[in-house]
């Protein structure tokens, strides 16, 4: 125990993978189990999870059956339990994503620039541009076209383009919002945009009692910090544009409320426990970092009249926007009222990125098996994995970008 004169102390909190790590896992985790293809950024920042959207995908989803079992091209039975069986299919432990779609939104131009440069597709007019190993040897051909949009606004302007959305993103974005922008959030995401899927991050208050010694002096400041800008509480924060940090009880409450509001269901967890266990074992109370939710959209009409919804959002957004501009006009003050460039989003940039022109046009399996057994005795290989072939520009090319074709041709 301290003594009288001792404030207690501030403590090292550490995590592995680092934090911001554990969040994008978490996202692409679920990106990937639900099969996600039309994706927005909200608050998208520097761009680093659009970056990693925009890398292509290595091979394409499961081609027709007309083309893995061609009638009367050959008689092959491919046994029950094939190598097929490991892509494209649930039991594939990382699936793929197969994005077509990436928009990104944010207020700052200079993020947006950072941004717009980490997904920038190559230069092909470069003389020394190779489609299979371009922006370095991770990356492959692109299989399936895809276009990127970057907006910059904020969350408070209805984009009309957003609304339809697969999965909206926002990702440490809701704890930034000021008082006057808050309100707007749930009703434009939800309400008026339904995306079928919602997906939030944003800090733990109660994890921050990780950052010192339980019996800590209150009135003695440890922790480095920043105190809650509005004044609300004595709280300690961990960035200094923070708003609010909620305690998981606390956001737990704001998710439910605003899922029924908007016709969802939501789960509500954590993610990032410290490295170091707690000495007074503290950590399974705290919980997680970050705190975590998904959002997903009913859509049966028997519980939800999503038009009705959609409707009741936009009234919703119509009286809060002329209340702050009311407010705005008759006192001036900045705090609460909306900022008087607040009108529209503006696009910065259009991306798109072409499939390569054989994706979807294989070769007959014969051919493709003629390619491949030529490709290995160039290379005076009698083994190779499925991935090393996969990565031979003309074999690929050859399967027109299903990997399966490859194993069937094999077969």
Not at 203 to 220: E, H, K, M, R, V
Not at 280 to 294: C, N, Q
Not at 359 to 371: E, T, V
């Amino acid at each position: 125990m301290l003594s009288g004169t001792e404030p207690g102390r501030e403590l090292a909190v550490t995590f592995f993978p680092a934090l911001y790590l554990q969040r994008r896992i978490w996202i692409l985790d679920i990106l990937r189990r639900e099969n996600v293809s039309d994706v927005l950024d909200v608050g998208c920042g520097e761009g680093q999870l659009l970056a990693v959207l925009s890398v292509p995908s290595p091979w394409l989803s499961t081609p027709p059956q007309s083309l893995l079992y061609p009638a009367g091209q050959f008689d092959l039975q491919i046994p029950s339990v094939s190598p097929i069986s490991l892509y494209n299919t649930p039991s594939d432990p990382i699936p793929n994503l197969h994005i077509t779609r990436l928009a990104g939104l944010d207020k700052s131009s200079r993020d947006l620039e950072f941004t717009a440069q980490a997904i920038a597709p190559p230069d092909t007019s470069e003389p020394s541009f190779d489609p299979w190993r371009y922006k370095g040897s991770q990356e492959t051909v692109r299989w399936e076209e895809m276009t990127a949009k970057l907006w910059q606004g904020g969350l408070e302007i209805i984009n009309e383009e957003f609304v339809g959305t697969e999965c909206i993103v926002s990702s440490e974005v809701i704890e930034h919002l000021p008082p006057y922008i808050l309100p707007f959030y749930a009703p434009i995401l939800l309400g008026v945009y339904k995306p079928k899927l919602l997906l939030i991050t944003t800090p733990s208050y109660s994890f921050n009692a990780l950052f010192t010694s339980p019996n800590s002096d209150p009135s003695i400041r440890l922790r480095s910090g920043f105190s809650d800008p509005t004044g609300r509480t004595d709280r300690i924060f961990r960035h200094d544009d923070h708003q609010f940090e909620w305690t998981p009880e606390e956001f737990r409450q704001y998710c439910e409320k605003e899922a029924a509001n908007w016709g969802y269901t939501v789960d509500v967890g954590d993610v990032g426990r410290a490295q170091e266990p707690d000495e007074w074992g503290r950590d399974h109370e705290v919980g997680g970092a970050s705190l975590v939710a998904i959002f997903r959209r009913i859509d049966d009409q028997r519980q939800v009249d999503r038009e009705a919804v959609e409707k009741q959002a936009r009234e919703f957004v119509e009286v809060l926007t002329e209340q702050h501009l009311t407010s705005s006009s008759t006192d001036g003050s900045p705090q609460s009222a909306l900022p008087s460039s607040s009108t529209v989003h503006r696009l910065l940039i259009t991306h798109t990125y072409p499939a390569h022109p054989s994706a979807q046009n294989p070769l007959p399996i014969h051919s493709i098996g003629d390619i491949v057994k030529s490709r290995m005795e160039d290379l005076r290989e009698s083994f190779l994995r499925v991935e090393e072939l996969w990565y031979e520009p003309q074999v690929a090319q050859a399967c027109g970008g299903w990997i399966e074709l490859l194993i069937a041709a094999v077969e």
